[in-house]
């Protein structure tokens, strides 16, 4: 696909798609072009540097390491800054001239890792750790036969005999509800018990803040609402414009291909005006 606008695609290509993430459906939700670029057309554009994405990447990793370790019954290596260190690429930091930040970048991981471990209570139960759940919508649904895909950074079981599924953020990283629900209702499935509460709960390792979802049935209805009427949009998609959003910045095309910020699109914008 050349740079700039992409042209109307009358056979909807957007229908041979069945499987959906939480990432998936927020793309297209805030830039259709973004997603026919990635998920369809699945054009491959150089990531840029960023100590941001780089940090959270290496917390997960960490925070991952440990609580597999906990759960497997094995000998749990605490020397977080030995994990950061080696979860933490020092050829990226070299690569893009920025090494002299990857010792602060380094502390930043160890005090976030640390503050995910006190989250969790020493002596509950680990059950899954970053494991993807699915869920199929039934013939009852809008959207028959397309499956809800999430995974899931960690679910425990407290002493108190209860379920809790949790997702970590770092940075400016909010709750994203189609995470949450699609999440939630995966683990709900696997791990149903009448009585056994299951609660979920996004912790923001930076500022320290914890969003637990609401369980009451009709938010769990309003989000899937939206999640069908996305999918349902990209279904019947047959252009695909570009959008201006907050998001832009996290978008790998946003230099290059992005018909409306791109500079390999900049000669189809001279061309069109």
């Known amino acids: 696909m050349p740079p700039g606008p992409i042209p109307p695609t009358p056979y909807r290509p957007g229908l041979r798609r069945r499987t959906f993430s939480p990432t998936e459906l927020r793309v297209f939700a805030d830039c259709p072009e973004r997603y026919y670029r990635q998920y369809i057309g699945k054009e491959k554009v150089w990531a840029e540097f960023s100590r941001a994405t780089l940090r959270g990447s ?12 906990r759960r497997d019954g094995e000998i749990i290596d605490d020397d977080l800054r030995f994990l950061a260190e080696r979860f933490l690429p020092q050829h990226n930091y070299k690569k893009a001239g920025a090494f002299s930040e990857w010792p602060s970048d380094v502390d930043s991981v160890v005090r976030l890792a640390e503050t995910g471990l006190a989250r969790v209570h020493g002596e509950a139960a680990i ?10 919508r039934d013939t ?34 909010q709750p994203d509800p189609f995470q949450q629900v699609i999440c939630r209702i995966g683990v709900r499935e696997k791990y ?5 509460p299951l609660f979920s709960t996004t912790v923001q390792l930076t500022s320290g803040e914890e969003f637990p979802l609401d369980g009451d049935r009709s938010v769990l209805r309003t989000v899937l609402t939206e999640i069908e009427e996305i999918i349902l949009q990209i279904w019947s998609a047959e252009t695909w414009p570009a959008r201006d959003n ?28």
């Open 58 to 69: 290496a917390v997960h990793k960490v925070l991952a390491h440990v609580f597999s370790a």
């Open 192 to 196: 149903y018990a009448a009585d056994t």
């Open 140 to 173: 009852n649904s809008r959207v028959t036969g397309a499956e809800l895909i999430g995974k899931v950074d960690l679910v425990y079981r407290h002493p108190e005999g209860f379920n809790e599924q949790i997702e970590f953020k770092t940075g400016f990283a």
């Open 246 to 273: 907050d998001r832009c910045h996290f978008c790998n095309y946003r230099n290059t291909l992005c018909s409306l910020k791109g500079e390999w699109s900049q000669p189809s914008r001279l061309l069109d005006e």
């Open 127 to 136: 059950l899954e750790v970053e494991t993807s759940f699915s869920h199929w």
